[in-house]
């Protein structure tokens, strides 16, 4: 084996000074995207197992009004289209809204509301009162009276395509001041607009949530966001530092070969880092040449964004269903093993803030690279409502939901970031080809085998001496260990033998997993 040059690089914090990049949390942990979760099955959540496990946050699916789908199954996207901002959403109603933020805020585990405020819903969704309060509205008119909102709200008078759609995303007006796959497009230039807009996310911050992922930005323009943020009302004191500003991170696909580039929203809150997943499935799959001891220089060396600035994530609800960005490229619970040694990437490597993705299972149906199911909605009962998400014996999901986030590989490598957070990144070792280790400071240390062959290495950990168990194959059970045991000499050199064979090719070890 090649060994190579140690190096380390200082690890970023993630505030800049401004209260709108902060996770107002001091110990690294992860948001979790509880993805089409009941409000009250989250709340749960928090209590049992997010506040044990070191997440630091939950991110909801967006929690106003939207439309009822008539399908056999009703589809996920019907909560990308709003009718109002009431708070009875497929999740809960209000009441169910403000126990689970409640609750997860008493446990330390804030809450992060997905909001929709590009767009309302498609123009031909039609009208009545097809919606999860049972609000009026009627989508040709351009009439939400709940809101309310009528037709002079919209951007129909600045759209400059033929067809009111978005055709052409190199113009950016089009992609600002047109429909989104026809979803009537707000105008937030208009005070009456903007002051609707504001009540919603002020509501939310006054109930307790922590902040926002931002839906559609690349599709409102910088200038009116900054108005609508600079309206926000401090986060509440009842669980927050007075004076605190509600986190924000915006989605902004920025793949690098549009007009509309992510640093616009800079200067705003963190953006989402969709090169991230890409690339890194790349990376995995060993794609177009790429191993991973390329990872050494990962993160603004591969010309991601600066780690200050991004929200990471290796698949997100939309593009593990082929919609987004990334492609074919991006892992996801359905290929396992790889994905579990991304994620366990992301989790140990210091660059970004980082959210894991908790999923539900639907029967894919391809038909010429296209997943003709990819619409499915959540588990749920033959009148359409959610199913609660049950925990089995061993701590897994069933009916449907996946709970990527309660698989132990990357639970643990959750904790495992909260141990290490602040550590610089040291140690690190390659093969030359896909056999990487690292270490965080004196706290962690993680090597991964993507290879054909059997690593077998002597590396310098930079831990304290003493046996470690490995939180990847078993799990600290007060002095003794479930899985792989590895110890750690004098000189911080350990041994490390993982087969290519392994179902988890990697071993992660930290200070609190000392034996």
Not at 49 to 54: E, F, I, K, T
Not at 479 to 501: E, Y
Request: charged share 25%; with cysteine.
């Amino acid at each position: 084996m090649k060994t190579r040059t140690k190096w380390c690089l200082l690890a970023l914090g993630f505030g800049l000074g401004l209260s709108q990049y902060h996770s107002h949390t001091h110990h690294g942990g992860s948001i979790v995207h509880l993805f089409e979760w009941r409000w009250s099955d989250i709340a749960d959540e928090c209590e049992r197992y997010l506040a044990p496990s070191g997440f630091h946050g939950v991110q909801i699916s967006p929690p106003s009004e939207h439309i009822v789908v008539s399908k056999p199954h009703r589809p996920w996207w019907e909560r990308y289209q709003p009718v109002s901002y009431n708070l009875c959403s497929r999740s809960g109603t209000e009441h169910e809204l403000r126990d689970m933020i409640r609750r997860c805020n008493d446990v330390g585990v804030k809450i992060y509301a997905d909001v929709v405020i590009n767009h309302m819903c498609m123009a031909d969704a039609g009208e009545g009162s097809r919606s999860t309060c049972g609000s009026y509205f009627n989508a040709s008119r351009e009439e939400f009276p709940s809101v309310p909102y009528s037709a002079a709200d919209f951007n129909d008078d600045k759209c400059t395509s033929g067809s009111g759609n978005i055709e052409n995303y190199q113009d950016i007006y089009q992609v600002r001041n047109c429909r989104l796959l026809g979803l009537l497009d707000l105008a937030q230039d208009k005070e009456h607009v903007r002051g609707k807009i504001v009540d919603y996310l002020n509501t939310l911050v006054d109930m307790g949530v922590a902040g926002f992922r931002v839906d559609a930005c690349k599709h409102m323009w910088p200038a009116d966001l900054k108005v609508l943020y600079g309206r926000l009302h401090n986060l509440n004191p009842k669980w927050f530092p007075k004076g605190s500003s509600p986190l924000i991170y915006q989605e902004v696909i920025d793949l690098g070969d549009e007009p509309i580039k992510a640093g616009e929203y800079y200067p705003l809150g963190r953006v989402t880092e969709f090169k991230y997943g890409a690339m890194l499935g790349s990376v995995f799959r060993k794609w177009n040449g790429y191993k991973l001891s390329d990872l050494r220089s990962w993160g603004e060396g591969w010309g991601l964004m600066p780690s200050d600035k991004a929200l990471v994530f290796v698949d997100n609800h939309d593009n593990q269903r082929g919609h987004g960005a990334g492609g074919a490229s991006i892992l996801t619970f359905w290929e396992p093993r790889l994905y579990k040694m991304a994620v366990a990437f992301m989790l140990a490597h210091p660059y970004g803030m980082t959210r894991v993705m908790s999923s539900y299972r639907w029967d894919r149906h391809i038909v010429k690279g296209k997943d003709e199911n990819d619409w499915v909605g959540p588990p749920s009962y033959p009148d359409g409502t959610t199913k609660p998400v049950p925990i089995g014996p061993d701590g897994g999901c069933g009916d449907g939901w996946v709970c990527e986030h309660r698989w132990p590989q990357i639970r643990n490598m959750v904790t495992f970031r909260v141990i290490v957070n602040g550590q610089p990144l040291c140690n690190w070792w390659d093969n030359g080809s896909n056999q990487i280790a690292f270490g965080r400071g004196d706290r962690g240390f993680i090597v991964i085998n993507n290879d054909e062959c059997f690593l077998d290495a002597t590396l310098n950990t930079g831990l304290t001496a003493g046996t470690y168990c490995d939180v990847i194959s078993g799990q600290k059970t007060g002095d003794r260990c479930t899985g792989k045991q590895v110890t750690v000499d004098s000189r911080g050199r350990a041994h490390f033998r993982i087969s290519n064979m392994d179902q988890d090719p990697f071993i992660a070890i930290h200070r609190d997993s000392k034996l």
